[in-house]
């Protein structure tokens, strides 16, 4: 496995051409990374993240720090207030009326501003944790993605961020809180210390409590988020393959299974429920025997003398100061356990490396002839199960060739190794005799261009489905495109033409019609190796006659590998190969392998028994 990422792009801070329409947002992308270190706690692995919005991070909690200092002094001015002017008629009440509201006006403002800026900040570091696992999962290989479900990755990028998010920004709020406490404390301690010490006889049992509640949510917040990734992937399978459900009616199993997880989710939420109801209540209720205890204390002093009315009055304000970090305590704890389990599921794909990376002193791939060829090619998508074996090709630049062969003969492998979505697993794939894995990726895939038979669309407009290669391509090159495609006609019927936006997925298209638009795509970022992978399959005959006429002149200078599995797609190319078990077992033009290679003639019976 490689032990380094490869570098990171980040979007444009001044807005960009956006290959699915309109301009990339002024959002810059993140401003950091999060740690490597897997060794370290995970608020430290997502501390960088918080670090890099530190001027609006630090002012928030600065400002929360002042608010509630300045209310820490009320009380304290009620005391003074109370034993001086009600009870001593040494002072102005209307002053110090006046001092108490400006200090409540001025911890209020700062408490709005403070607020202002956590928020802003909390949202920030959201998007950059969210745009984080974005960009790493566009870098993971096609391996990352044959085992891992979509679900779990939206699950992850949603719900497991927010998580995090909630409680990277909101605790150190809470702490502060908590610190604010310590002033109170002091204020209690200069008003009676034994009193003081009589109010805190609690706090250790609020200590023990809190450890223990953190060891019992850790687990079932972990279950929790593992079975809200479940059921979005059952959502996002439903959703995407609705046509396959209805067409089987598989509604009421689909609903069914759906439940089932909604169950596991609920058992989830129940147990959660269950440990918050047998632990908040200790978190939260305790303080209360601390204002009873001082009730009971600071009562006797008051009615022997030793302590002033306003003193107690301000006592108990500033053991409700203490009391409310401690009622966060119990929701701190449930969060923090909560943004773990997150930040660990969250860590599982950022921690994951690309198996498909660029070798340092990797070289652009310029002006490209096309000569293709695979050096004795092993490959298995397993390691127990090979797919090509000693598989052997030359392709000359310029030349078309067909190959043809059973289902599973590796017909399709051949295409994901020479635009490396795979790595061999021995022999070299090369272009122009560079193998490719000595060239940068970007360059690669940029001269050779795949269609393939399953073509995935985008929910935008026609135009912007075409240029999605070529983001700025003129209007007259995309209708071009278009044209070669035999796309143009039925484009020109649809509602706003080639600004129509289709469905999801191209859904609202017919088959041949997203795969002519697929090859219009290819056809117009114009790469000088083409690979058409059963590309016009779900096309009627008499259009892909019509095709087929334009692709003959276009493949006429680039070279060609067609992915065969009916004649019309065999007669493109003058020389066709036959694949079997992942070889070359056949090599000539389709007459010369009729008259000696019984395999290409089965094949070729198999194919028009298929298309009658």
Do not use: C
């Not at 509201?101 to 998007?127: D, K, N």
């Not at 399709?412 to 490396?420: K, N, P, Q």
């Not at 700025?472 to 070669?484: M, N």
């Amino acid at each position: 496995m490689p032990k380094t990422l490869p570098p990171r792009s980040r979007a444009g801070g001044e807005g960009g051409a956006n290959p699915l329409g309109g301009v990339f947002s002024t959002y810059p992308g993140p401003r950091a990374q999060i740690s490597r270190d897997t060794t370290l706690p995970w608020w430290r692995r997502v501390l960088p993240i918080i670090a890099s919005h530190r001027v609006t991070f630090i002012a928030s909690i600065a400002l929360s720090f002042a608010s509630l200092i300045f209310q820490t002094l009320v009380p304290n001015m009620l005391n003074h207030a109370i034993t001086n002017v009600l009870q001593r008629h040494a002072g102005s009440l209307r002053q110090a009326v006046i001092e108490i509201l400006v200090v409540g006006v001025v911890a209020g403002a700062t408490g709005i501003v403070s607020r202002q800026f956590l928020y802003r900040t909390a949202y920030e570091v959201e998007a950059d944790l969210r745009s984080l696992i974005y960009e790493h999962l566009t870098w993971l290989s096609f391996g990352f993605y044959d085992r891992v479900q979509s679900g779990q990755l939206i699950s992850r990028a949603n719900s497991d961020i927010r998580s995090v998010q909630m409680y990277s920004t909101f605790a150190p709020l809470i702490i502060v809180q908590a610190s604010i406490g310590v002033l109170a404390f002091g204020f209690m301690v200069s008003i009676d210390p034994l009193l003081a010490l009589v109010a805190l006889t609690i706090m250790p049992i609020l200590y023990v409590v809190g450890i223990k509640m953190r060891r019992v949510l850790f687990p079932i917040s972990w279950v929790l988020q593992s079975r809200l990734a479940d059921v979005a992937t059952i959502v996002d399978e439903n959703v995407n393959g609705v046509r396959v459900v209805k067409s089987f009616a598989q509604e009421e199993a689909e609903v069914n299974r759906l439940a089932d997880a909604a169950e596991r989710v609920a058992w989830g939420y129940t147990k959660d429920a269950e440990i918050r109801a047998t632990w908040s209540p200790w978190v939260q209720n305790l303080p209360q025997l601390g204002l009873a205890l001082v009730l009971a204390f600071g009562g006797a002093m008051v009615i022997q003398g030793h302590l002033h009315p306003g003193a107690i009055l301000a006592f108990n304000a500033y053991l409700m100061m203490l009391q409310a970090p401690f009622m966060m305590l119990g929701q701190l704890v449930m969060m923090g356990q909560r943004a773990k389990a997150s930040a660990e599921r969250i860590f599982e794909i950022l921690d994951e490396r690309p198996e498909i990376v660029e070798r340092p002193g990797a070289f652009d791939l310029v002006q490209v002839a096309g000569a293709l060829d695979f050096d004795h090619v092993r490959f298995g998508y397993h390691a127990d199960n090979e797919i090509l074996r000693d598989f052997d090709l030359h392709v000359d630049p310029g030349e078309t060739v067909a190959l043809v062969g059973r289902t599973g003969s590796g017909k399709s492998t051949v295409a994901r190794l020479l635009t490396r979505f795979y790595d061999v697993s021995g022999g070299a794939v090369r272009v122009d005799g560079h193998d490719v894995r000595d060239v940068t990726l970007a360059s690669l895939r940029e001269n050779v261009g795949v269609v393939l038979d399953e073509p995935f669309l985008f929910s935008v407009s026609v135009r912007d489905n075409i240029a999605y290669g070529v983001p700025h391509a003129s209007p007259e090159a995309i209708e071009a495109a278009a044209r070669a495609a035999a796309a143009h006609d039925f484009i020109l019927e649809l509602p706003e033409g080639y600004d129509t936006v289709i469905g999801e997925r191209g859904y609202t298209l017919s088959g041949g019609q997203r795969q002519r638009l697929a090859i219009a795509r290819t056809l117009l970022v114009n790469p000088p190796v083409l690979i058409l992978d059963d590309a016009t399959s779900a096309v009627d005959v008499h259009v892909e006659s019509t095709i087929y006429g334009a692709l003959r002149e276009l493949m006429s200078s680039r070279t060609t590998l067609v992915i065969a599995h009916r004649i019309s797609t065999i007669a493109l190319a003058r020389r066709v190969v036959v694949l079997e078990e992942g070889r070359v077992v056949a090599d000539g033009t389709h007459e010369e392998l009729l008259a000696t290679s019984p395999l290409y003639g089965e094949i070729l019976a198999q194919t028009m028994v298929e298309e009658a």
